[in-house]
């Protein structure tokens, strides 16, 4: 019974199994009441102070992770702007790891860029100057005084600037589609010795101006590869074109083909004074080139990249004294 402000509980006595009487306990309820009072009020101010607290540590938190956070977040504004000399603070936690991708990524941009700036320029230079030569040589073959030999020779000249500007224009076509993953291709089983010497032969003149013998090494004429051989040959040529284009006049170049391990072995070897140890681990990157070299910087990447389509692999190993890139792909 809790009426009247009094806590009362009865219990009946017995007697063996008679009724003697009955006991009554009784309290004011006003003491529990304050009990219950005092505990509610500590429950509801430790509460209270206890949410104060987590607020308080939340605050300081959010605000010393926003301060950690606002070196990431400008460096990151400076590098979508275009400022790549931007850097990002690394720590050993979460964020650290946050700031070694995001320096990663500057690092990436930046030599993206660079390489976007470079092709433009090598690009630019590549169709000025045959454009510059097609204008000088036709205004040269508008004289009608001139002989016939002159004539042919600045029409040879003005055919040559037309394939230059046609190889630039195939290559940065050929990138594009490789990147999109639009460029079809038709495997088949190839004679690997037969397109070497294919394509060796197409070199013929250019080898003859460079003054370097070439050597074909196809010991096992049975070497068969399935690849597509038009994408094969064009890999040949870019890398004997950049064998002439890179050695001194006069170094020897070789073309091997052979089968390892149920693999097929293409090689072309030069002899020239080998690739910087800088430029080495960029030479398949698209629109790169050493400081002397010429050309827009296409041709082993697009070598590399149809060789990877092919099911196969490009490798370079250089050192003074020899060149090698070795494509290595599926036997038929």
Same mark, same amino acid.
């Given at each position: 019974?809790?009426? %009247? ?36 009020? /500590? ?9 104060? +607290? ?6 300081? !938190?959010? *605000?010393? +992770?926003?301060?950690?956070? =606002? ?10 702007? %275009? ?20 320096? @990663? ?23 000025? !100057? ?21 004539? =042919?020779?600045?029409? *040879? ?8 500007? /046609? =190889?630039?224009?195939? @290559?940065?076509?050929?990138?594009? =589609? ?91 070897? @030069?002899? %020239?004074?080998? +690739? ?25 990447? +697009?070598?590399?990249?149809? !060789? ?15 060149? !090698? ?8």
């Amino acid at each position: 019974d809790w009426s %009247g402000g009094l806590a009362q509980v009865a219990r009946p006595l017995f007697d063996g199994r008679r009724l003697v009487g009955v006991a009554v306990f009784s309290t004011p309820l006003r003491e529990v009441e304050d009990n219950v009072a005092v505990v509610r009020n /500590q429950i509801l101010i430790a509460g209270g102070l206890g949410l104060l +607290i987590a607020l308080a540590v939340a605050v300081y !938190t959010a *605000r010393a +992770i926003a301060r950690r956070v =606002k070196p990431l977040e400008e460096g990151a504004r400076r590098v979508a702007a %275009g400022d790549f000399s931007a850097t990002f603070p690394v720590r050993d936690d979460e964020l650290g790891n946050l700031s070694r991708a995001l320096d @990663d990524m500057q690092r990436q941009l930046a030599r993206l860029d660079s390489s976007r700036r470079r092709f433009v320029a090598t690009a630019s230079h590549e169709l000025r !100057t045959p454009i510059f030569s097609l204008g000088g040589f036709l205004e040269l073959l508008e004289d009608e005084e001139l002989d016939e030999e002159t004539r =042919k020779e600045f029409l *040879r000249h003005v055919r040559q600037q037309v394939l230059r500007l /046609q =190889k630039l224009a195939t @290559d940065l076509l050929d990138l594009s =589609k490789l990147e999109a993953g639009s460029l079809e291709l038709h495997p088949e089983p190839t004679d690997v010795g037969a397109l070497a010497r294919a394509v060796a032969s197409e070199f013929g003149p250019a080898l003859g101006d460079h003054a370097s013998p070439l050597q074909l090494r196809l010991d096992d004429p049975t070497v068969r590869a399935r690849c597509d051989p038009d994408r094969l040959a064009q890999v040949l040529r870019i890398l004997i074109d950049n064998a002439l284009t890179h050695t001194p006049a006069g170094t020897a170049i070789s073309v091997s083909a052979s089968r390892d391990n149920g693999r097929v072995r293409v090689a072309v070897r @030069d002899a %020239g004074p080998g +690739i910087a140890g800088d430029a080495m681990d960029r030479v398949f990157e698209p629109f790169f080139t050493s400081d002397d070299a010429q050309g827009s910087g296409l041709g082993l990447a +697009i070598a590399r990249e149809l !060789t990877e389509r092919m099911e196969g692999r490009l490798r370079v190993d250089s050192r003074p004294g020899h060149t !090698t890139f070795a494509l290595e792909l599926p036997s038929s």
